[in-house]
Each structure stands twice: as structure tokens, then as C-alpha cells.
């Protein structure tokens, strides 16, 4: 019998009461948030990617949710465990904490919004104040689904992600595009980088805040093409 355990979490500051369902059946749990500006699309993107949604009129995340996939790679279980983070300053000093631990980040801006491509370095700065060890990180351009509103040019969004060496994506969490093979590429770097077991208890040690999300689907990773 597969063991379970149980932790709550509700989105307060001061009262912390952990419940989270988990099935301990597979042998990798990893860790990926999502960093970026408020608006960006973050909570779309996680819906989409966990549950096949978009959520019309959806409201800024306030603190921290997660929401969690099972995955099949090389014939391995891997669990993987996606954490959307406020991009609000108000909410800054409560989600600081959910980047320890965190193997993998999606940095995202609107493609509409210059300010939010302008502000990229600084997620960057917080992600490496708080993540120590090697952290895979993927640029995102959210809202591919409108070019005609394009602020930020495709070019220099790949200039940039060359220029920290890391893989880029244009995605809509409208139309679902590119954010299943987002994900994949992510994926499958931290699982070159992990090649031991990692453990649950190691990453819920740095969880204090949020809100599960249920919906859990599994899926073949492949690889695909991506921009670097």
C-alpha cells in the first residue's frame, strides 16, 4: 500500500495548518516555480499545464498555490510539484520563502508588456538570493496568442536567453500553446542534473504557504526543440 501523507496549507501569514495529499509512489519529486510580474499569465500557465484550463477572468494569485503531475520518464515516476508565486510586491515577503528548494523556474513576461520583460533581471536576482544550489530556469513569453499587441520582440527575448544560456519559449495559456513542451524541456534538464533520488521532506521543508490544486494527469515526456 502506497504511503500518504497529509499536510494542509492555508493562505495566511499567521495561521499555518498543513493538508496536502500525497502519493509517495514515485522515486523523483521536483520542485518548479513560477516567477514573474503580476498579470504575466503564471496561474494560467499552471492551470493549463495541470489540468488542460484556462480560466477566464482568473484573479492574482495571493501568496502561493501549487499544483502537482505525475510524469513517466525513461520508465521512471516522477512526480513533479508546479508552485505559482504573487508577482506583487505586497506579497513579496511571503513568497521569498518558496524558492528554497525549487530545481527548476519558469521566468515569465507578458510579450505585451515592455515593463514586465524589463524587470526579468530582478526576479532573477530574488530566484538566485534564495535558490543555492544549480536551478534549471526557462524563459517564458507568455500571450503568443497576441503578436498584434507585441511589445517585446521575439529577437531580443532570444537575445536575452542566450545571453544567460538557458532555453526560451514563446507560450499562450489561452490556446495552450508550447506550454506542455515548456514544461518538457524543463523536466527533462533537472532530471539530467538529479540523478538520485530527491526527497519529499527536503521540499516541503521550505513550504509554509498555499493552496493545493487536486487535478493530477499523467504523461510521456519527450523531448522536443527549443530556443537557447
Known amino acids: ?18 493538508v496536502i495529499k500525497l502519493e509517495m509512489d514515485s522515486k523523483y519529486l521536483y520542485k518548479i516555480v513560477l516567477i514573474g510580474d503580476w498579470g504575466v499569465g503564471k496561474t494560467n500557465i499552471l492551470s493549463q499545464y495541470t489540468r488542460g484550463e484556462f480560466i477566464l477572468g482568473s484573479t492574482g494569485t495571493i501568496g502561493v498555490q501549487f ?9 521512471e ?3 513533479v510539484q ?15 520563502n518558496y524558492y528554497r528548494g525549487a530545481h527548476g523556474a519558469l521566468l515569465v513576461y507578458d510579450i505585451t508588456r515592455l515593463d514586465t520583460f524589463k524587470r526579468l533581471d530582478a526576479w532573477l536576482k530574488e530566484l538566485k538570493e534564495y535558490v ?13 496568442d497576441l503578436t498584434e499587441l507585441a511589445e ?24 495552450a500553446s508550447n506550454i506542455s513542451q515548456t514544461f518538457d524541456v524543463a523536466i527533462q534538464k533537472i532530471h539530467l542534473k538529479n540523478g538520485t533520488q530527491v526527497s519529499l521532506q527536503e521540499t516541503f521543508n521550505s513550504s509554509h504557504l498555499g493552496r493545493k490544486m487536486t487535478e493530477e494527469k499523467k504523461e510521456v515526456v519527450k523531448k522536443r526543440n527549443c530556443c537557447i
Open 77 to 79: 515516476i516522477v512526480k
Open 132 to 144: 543555492k544550489h544549480e536551478c534549471v530556469i526557462v524563459l517564458v513569453g507568455n500571450k503568443s
Open 67 to 75: 499544483s502537482s503531475k505525475t510524469l513517466t520518464i525513461n520508465n
Open 82 to 96: 508546479v508552485w505559482d508565486t504573487a508577482g506583487q510586491d505586497k506579497y513579496r515577503a511571503i513568497t521569498s
Open 152 to 175: 517585446v520582440k521575439t529577437e531580443d527575448a532570444i537575445a536575452y536567453a542566450k545571453s544567460l544560456g538557458i532555453a526560451f519559449f514563446e507560450t499562450s495559456a489561452l490556446s
Open 1 to 18: 500500500m502506497d504511503q500518504i501523507i497529509f499536510i494542509h496549507l492555508y493562505s495566511t501569514t499567521k495561521n499555518l495548518v498543513k
